[in-house]
């Protein structure tokens, strides 16, 4: 699964950090979904998507 994560992260200005910290996980997460090694928890998907503005579906892309 593709993510858009850190495509709007930096379109908002906000560091790794200061992500993690909105969502309460570590900036190494952050790292691992935005390299597409970690899928997150649907809860997870749901708070980056609330924080980058954006829904689930436009912030993770599911490759058929």
């Known amino acids: 699964m593709k993510n858009r994560i850190k ?8 560091r790794q950090e200061d992500l993690a910290e909105a969502v309460n ?9 935005e390299n597409d090694k970690y899928n997150p928890t649907l809860e997870l998907a749901m708070k980056l998507a609330r924080y980058l ?5 436009e912030l993770f892309i599911l490759e058929s």
């Open 53 to 57: 503005n954006t829904c689930v579906e």
């Open 7 to 14: 495509e709007l992260r930096k379109k908002y200005g906000y």
């Open 25 to 33: 996980v570590s900036r190494q997460t952050i790292i691992a979904i």
